[in-house]
C-alpha cells in the first residue's frame, strides 16, 4: 500500500519503543481508513457502472432489432457520446466496396470535424486491429516523436485530422470491423477511469451487435433479387400489425405472382426464369413508396407491405405495379424473345 520512513528526532535522541509503537498504531489506523475508503470507491464505481451496463445493453438490444444500418451507425454514436459527455464522437466502419474505412455516423457539441476515409493500411489501423484495445491519442504523439518513424507520423497525423483523443478498435476475430472516434472530454478534465471502463464495455457490445447485424442482415435477404425474404416478412409484418392496432392506423399487404412463371423454367431452364424474376422485381421497385417493404416470399411470389395504406391507397399502388409491367422496356423484349406475355396477379389485403 505505501512505505513509511523515519527521520531523525529533532533533539537527534534516540526512538523509544512506545514512540514506534504509537507510530505503529497510527500507520495502522491509516490503512484502515485507506482500505476503507477504497473498498466503497470501488463500490461506487461499481454500482455506477453495473447501472450503465445495463442500460447500454437495453439500449443495444432495440437497436439490434432495426435492419437500418444507417439509423443503427447514428444511434451507437449517439448512446457513447451521451454516457461519455465527450465534444465529438464518430464511428468508422469498413467499406469493401471501396477499400476503405469510412465515417458512419458523427456527433459534436463544439467545433464541426469533417468526416474522412481513410485506407485500411493505415498504420494506425494495422496497429488497433493488432492490439485490440483502446488508444490515446498522446501515446501516439509520443511514440511518433521517440521513434521519428514514417509510419507513426502518419497514425498522428491521422489522429489529428478525426479529431480523436480517443481510439477504439471494433474487432470481429482477426478483423477490423471499424473503429469509434472520441474527442476530448467536455471541459477540461480528462476522462474518469469509470467512463473509459464504460466505453470499453460499449465498444465490447457494439461489435458484437454489428457483427449480429451484419449476419442478420445476410440471413434475411434474398441472395438473387436483393429483396427481403421469408424471414424478415414474417417478422416485419408481424411487427407492423402490432404497430398498426397500437396506433390505430391502416396496414395493407399486397401478394404479387407472375403468371405462368413455370413455363419458362420448364421451357427455358431456371437461369432464364431468373432473368424473368429480376426484370419484374425492378419494374416493381420504379414504382412502389419509399416506405413500402419489397420482399420475396418463394419462387415467383412477392408480397410488399404497405405501411399505412388503407384499402383505396393499397388499389392505387397496385395499380402503378401493374401498369408498370405493361410499360416497361425489358418485360416487353423478354416477352418478345420468348413468345410468352409476361404478367403478374396481385391481391391485396388491408385492415
Given at each position: 500500500?505505501?512505505?513509511?520512513?523515519?527521520s531523525?528526532?529533532?533533539?537527534?535522541s534516540?526512538?523509544h519503543?512506545?514512540?514506534l509503537?504509537?507510530v505503529?498504531?497510527?500507520?495502522k489506523n491509516?490503512?484502515?481508513?485507506?482500505s476503507?475508503?477504497?473498498?466503497?470507491?470501488?463500490?461506487?464505481?461499481?454500482?455506477?457502472?453495473l447501472?450503465?451496463q445495463n442500460?447500454?445493453l437495453?439500449?443495444?438490444?432495440c437497436?439490434?432489432?432495426?435492419?437500418?444500418?444507417?439509423?443503427?451507425?447514428t444511434q451507437i454514436?449517439?448512446?457513447i457520446?451521451?454516457?461519455?459527455?465527450?465534444?465529438?464522437?464518430?464511428?468508422?466502419?469498413?467499406?469493401?466496396?471501396?477499400?476503405?474505412?469510412?465515417c458512419?455516423?458523427l456527433?459534436h457539441?463544439?467545433?464541426?470535424?469533417?468526416?474522412?476515409?481513410?485506407?485500411?493500411?493505415?498504420y494506425?489501423?494495422?496497429y488497433?486491429k493488432?492490439?485490440?484495445?483502446?488508444?490515446?491519442?498522446?501515446?501516439?504523439?509520443?511514440?511518433?516523436g521517440?521513434?521519428?518513424?514514417?509510419?507513426?507520423?502518419?497514425?498522428a497525423?491521422?489522429?489529428?485530422?478525426?479529431?480523436?483523443?480517443?481510439?477504439?478498435?471494433?474487432?470481429?476475430?482477426?478483423?477490423?470491423?471499424?473503429?469509434?472516434?472520441?474527442?476530448?472530454?467536455k471541459g477540461?478534465?480528462?476522462?474518469a477511469?469509470?467512463?473509459?471502463?464504460?466505453?470499453?464495455f460499449?465498444a465490447?457490445?457494439v461489435q458484437?451487435?454489428?457483427s449480429?447485424f451484419?449476419?442478420?442482415k445476410?440471413?434475411e435477404?434474398?441472395e438473387?433479387?436483393?429483396?427481403y425474404?421469408?424471414?424478415?416478412?414474417?417478422?416485419?409484418?408481424k411487427?407492423?400489425?402490432?404497430?398498426?392496432?397500437?396506433?390505430?392506423?391502416?396496414?395493407?399487404?399486397?401478394?404479387?405472382?407472375?403468371?405462368?412463371?413455370?413455363?419458362?423454367?420448364?421451357?427455358h431452364?431456371?437461369?432464364?426464369?431468373?432473368?424473368?424474376?429480376k426484370?419484374?422485381?425492378?419494374?416493381i421497385?420504379?414504382?412502389i413508396?419509399?416506405?413500402?417493404?419489397?420482399c420475396?416470399?418463394?419462387?415467383?411470389?412477392?408480397?410488399?407491405?404497405?405501411i399505412?395504406?388503407?384499402?383505396e391507397?393499397?388499389d392505387i399502388?397496385s395499380?402503378?405495379?401493374l401498369?408498370?409491367?405493361?410499360?416497361?422496356?425489358?418485360?416487353?423484349?423478354?416477352s418478345?424473345?420468348?413468345?410468352?406475355?409476361?404478367?403478374?396477379?396481385?391481391?391485396?389485403?388491408?385492415?
Amino acid at each position: 500500500m505505501g512505505i513509511v520512513t523515519y527521520s531523525n528526532k529533532k533533539d537527534n535522541s534516540v526512538y523509544h519503543n512506545e514512540d514506534l509503537e504509537l507510530v505503529s498504531d497510527i500507520i495502522k489506523n491509516i490503512e484502515s481508513q485507506i482500505s476503507f475508503l477504497t473498498h466503497t470507491e470501488n463500490k461506487v464505481l461499481n454500482d455506477y457502472n453495473l447501472k450503465h451496463q445495463n442500460q447500454v445493453l437495453s439500449a443495444l438490444k432495440c437497436l439490434s432489432e432495426t435492419l437500418d444500418i444507417d439509423e443503427l451507425h447514428t444511434q451507437i454514436v449517439a448512446l457513447i457520446n451521451r454516457y461519455l459527455s465527450s465534444e465529438y464522437t464518430a464511428i468508422y466502419l469498413y467499406d469493401k466496396k471501396n477499400d476503405i474505412y469510412a465515417c458512419k455516423a458523427l456527433k459534436h457539441r463544439g467545433t464541426e470535424v469533417a468526416c474522412h476515409s481513410i485506407h485500411k493500411d493505415n498504420y494506425l489501423l494495422k496497429y488497433i486491429k493488432q492490439r485490440k484495445t483502446m488508444i490515446a491519442s498522446s501515446e501516439i504523439e509520443r511514440w511518433a516523436g521517440e521513434t521519428q518513424s514514417l509510419e507513426w507520423r502518419e497514425a498522428a497525423s491521422l489522429t489529428k485530422d478525426v479529431g480523436a483523443e480517443l481510439v477504439v478498435p471494433l474487432t470481429d476475430m482477426d478483423s477490423l470491423l471499424g473503429f469509434i472516434v472520441i474527442g476530448k472530454p467536455k471541459g477540461n478534465d480528462p476522462y474518469a477511469e469509470n467512463m473509459l471502463t464504460m466505453l470499453m464495455f460499449i465498444a465490447d457490445r457494439v461489435q458484437i451487435t454489428l457483427s449480429n447485424f451484419l449476419i442478420k442482415k445476410t440471413v434475411e435477404i434474398d441472395e438473387m433479387t436483393g429483396l427481403y425474404n421469408r424471414a424478415f416478412l414474417k417478422r416485419r409484418l408481424k411487427e407492423e400489425i402490432k404497430n398498426a392496432l397500437g396506433l390505430g392506423t391502416p396496414l395493407s399487404l399486397l401478394m404479387i405472382d407472375i403468371d405462368d412463371f413455370k413455363w419458362f423454367n420448364d421451357n427455358h431452364g431456371y437461369d432464364i426464369g431468373d432473368i424473368v424474376i429480376k426484370a419484374v422485381v425492378n419494374a416493381i421497385k420504379l414504382v412502389i413508396r419509399p416506405t413500402d417493404e419489397f420482399c420475396r416470399f418463394g419462387g415467383e411470389e412477392f408480397p410488399v407491405i404497405a405501411i399505412g395504406a388503407n384499402s383505396e391507397e393499397s388499389d392505387i399502388v397496385s395499380s402503378r405495379i401493374l401498369d408498370s409491367l405493361r410499360n416497361n422496356p425489358e418485360i416487353k423484349k423478354l416477352s418478345d424473345k420468348y413468345k410468352r406475355k409476361i404478367s403478374i396477379s396481385i391481391g391485396t389485403g388491408s385492415f
